[in-house]
């Protein structure tokens, strides 16, 4: 449905060097998928998501959308492109001076409706985005929340194939954020809509998005399912954005204490995380059979992705690296995803 084909994107700044906000980005969007991508400030988030409509041009690479090359269209042909495909902000973009009713029907409008036409589409779209109550008030008289679900009724009112979401709940409270999600989940189900999200926050991928790109320093650093992402994530920065939201830090005493270097005698703390509610468990009990190592258990926690459950346990492996390795290599051949955290004095076992 979306495909950037190699696309790199550089910014010339009078008098200052150029930046290089993507460099050689490949990825493939299929229809009716949610598509999130996510990365640090700064990593090309928005460049992207700018690019699949061409409100940025590719320094390099091709764009294509439903199988059309963006990149190849002059701009009349571009601009008709472009309806197909709706866009919502991080802070809305509403014209204060129209009612909810008058900002959902500026694209049609624009696009030469009849007022009759305009009026059932606009009202339609109200329903849909639970706003018909709002029909007749301002953008200053409504909550952030509400703001954004005319935002949205909005992108939806050419009847888009594709919507691209900048940012789409980083100004709203979590409650609302959640609402926002549900309501572009169920808009994905409904109206099988290609969604492309980008977000700084794991818990928006989480609750929505099917599959992810982890973009860093302007270049997709991994790309993934969801689920996989949180089982076996494969970067540091991944892994990262994972324990943001599954809550599995290391208590703050403990984490206070660790340190990089192995300690001769001392423990080693592991995060595990796992697909299925008990895989962790599992093997931390043959882990104990097999090799006779006791793994103390510091933090454990049962999650879920779309309904599939993943684990993950934090423990702590005693009798410094000589037993640490083999225990490792052991967990990593039962298809766990290990992270060593970092290394304890042996007498900090009670604390955990
Ligand atoms: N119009 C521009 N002119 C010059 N540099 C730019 C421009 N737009 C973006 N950049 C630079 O490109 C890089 C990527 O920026 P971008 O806004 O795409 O990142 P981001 O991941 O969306 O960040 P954030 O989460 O902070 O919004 C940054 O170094 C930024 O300063």
């Known amino acids: 449905m979306i495909r950037l084909d190699s696309v790199s994107k550089t910014f010339n700044r009078a008098g200052q060097a ?6 050689d980005v490949s990825l493939t969007v299929e229809r009716g998928e949610i598509f999130g991508v996510i990365g640090p400030s700064g990593a ?38 472009r309806r197909k495909i709706g866009m919502i902000f991080q802070h809305f973009a509403l014209l204060s001076s129209r009612t909810v009713f008058g900002n959902v029907a500026l694209p049609l409008e624009l696009a030469g409706l009849d007022r009759r036409t305009i009026a059932a589409r ?17 953008p200053a008289e409504l909550s952030g929340g509400q703001k954004q679900r005319v935002g949205i009724a909005r992108a939806l009112a050419n009847e888009p194939n594709v919507l691209l979401c900048d940012e789409a709940t ?10 926002i999600l549900q309501l572009l989940a ?8 290609t969604i492309v999200l980008i977000t700084h926050e794991m818990a928006v991928i989480k609750a929505i998005c099917h599959r992810v790109a982890v973009l860093e ?31 599995a830090e290391l208590p703050g005493d403990l984490a206070a204490k660790l340190s990089e ?35 103390a258990l510091l933090h454990g926690r049962v999650d879920s992705v779309q309904g599939a ?19 490792i290599d052991f967990l990593t051949s039962l298809k766990l995803s290990i992270e060593v955290l970092g290394h304890v004095p042996a007498t900090l076992r009670a604390v955990g």
């Open 18 to 23: 150029q930046v290089a906000a993507l460099a």
């Open 44 to 81: 090309g988030k928005s460049t992207l998501i700018r690019l699949v409509n061409l409100l940025e041009r590719p320094t390099a690479g091709t764009v294509t959308v439903d199988g059309t090359e963006l990149t190849a269209l002059p701009e009349s042909a571009l601009r008709a492109e």
């Open 122 to 138: 606009v009202d339609r779209l109200l329903e849909l985005v639970g706003l018909t109550d709002k029909r007749d008030r301002y």
């Open 170 to 179: 980083s100004a709203l409270d979590p409650e609302t954020t959640a609402s």
């Open 186 to 193: 169920k808009i994905n189900r409904e109206l099988g809509l």
């Open 217 to 247: 320093h302007g270049r997709v650093i991994e790309q993934a399912r969801v689920f996989d992402l949180f089982t076996r994530p494969q970067t540091a920065t991944s892994r990262a954005f994972v324990a943001s939201v599954t809550g």
């Open 261 to 295: 270097a192995p300690l001769a005698g001392g423990e080693t703390v592991l995060r595990l995380v796992f697909a299925g509610s008990q895989a962790g468990t599992t093997a931390i009990g043959q882990l104990a059979r097999r090799l006779g190592v006791d793994a």
């Open 309 to 327: 459950p993943f684990g993950t346990l934090i423990v702590s492996i005693p009798g410094g690296p000589e037993t640490a390795r083999p225990a």
